[in-house]
């Protein structure tokens, strides 16, 4: 089993609806999760950084994770094409050394 | 201003040959890394370095052989190219090690 687990899709979506992006994990060591948008031939970007169980929001975006179930979720709303890329979830524990990323997921956003 | 920045963008070669690709960082962090990523988009780390000093050494063939001449510097040398090591080849820096990091645009390599 991956330590890791996301959907590699594709997801395709209408513009303006609300897209649902996750990853399972298990590792409770898990501590800090993070979201990177990486847009066709190019690197990876920061996109929301949470921390500990709950939502954080920013703009369009929200970050949700559970620790109790092991699963972190990204929420798009008003999902527009330039939101269309690869979603990477990342996780590290406290102290570790290294990010642990899922393998992606592809999201297309048709006008 | 790139933060992250990474030569040449594109590299490609034949098998057997050596390359290297080169990194800087103007963000004034301590621990930089190289990633491969596959086809599959998969991101896999392979070195790390904190203060120069490497600190990540994953399970990679010894023919890739990084080097950071100062904590702003991260390159990577590979020997005898395989038609494998056909990737995407990331780098990042993060403030320290565990840190969020921030990825450099990537260097496409092609061995044919």
């Known amino acids: 089993q991956k330590e890791v687990e996301q959907d590699p899709g594709p997801l395709s979506v209408p513009e303006g609806a609300i897209v649902s992006l996750n990853c399972t994990y298990s590792?409770?060591?898990?501590?800090?999760f993070m979201w990177y948008r990486q847009y066709s031939r190019k690197g990876p970007e920061l996109l929301m950084y949470?921390?500990?169980?709950g939502n954080k929001e920013d703009g369009r975006f929200t970050a949700q994770v559970d620790k109790s179930s092991k699963y972190i979720s990204l929420f798009i709303r008003d999902s527009q094409p330039s939101d269309s890329a690869t979603y990477l979830c990342?996780?590290?524990?406290?102290?570790?050394?290294?990010?642990?990323f899922g393998t992606g997921t592809r999201l297309l956003v048709s006008p | 201003d790139t933060a992250v920045s990474q030569t040449p963008k594109y590299l490609v070669t034949q098998m057997g040959n050596d390359k290297s690709i080169k990194c800087e960082q103007n963000l004034g962090h301590d621990t930089m890394y190289w990633y491969k990523q596959d086809s599959k988009k998969f991101l896999k780390i392979m070195f790390s370095?904190?203060?120069?000093?490497?600190?990540i050494n994953e399970t990679v063939p010894n023919r890739f052989s990084p080097k950071s001449p100062d904590k702003a510097h991260l390159n990577l040398h590979i020997n005898s190219l395989e038609l494998g090591d056909s990737a995407v080849y990331f780098c990042?820096?993060?403030?320290?090690?565990?840190?969020?990091?921030?990825f450099g645009p990537g260097t496409r390599l092609t061995v044919l």
């Open positions: 590792n409770s060591a898990f501590q800090y």
């Open positions: 949470t921390y500990s169980s």
């Open positions: 990342a996780m590290i524990g406290k102290g570790f050394q290294k990010l642990v």
């Open positions: 990042a820096s993060s403030q320290d090690a565990g840190d969020t990091q921030y």
């Open positions: 370095y904190n203060n120069k000093e490497l600190i």
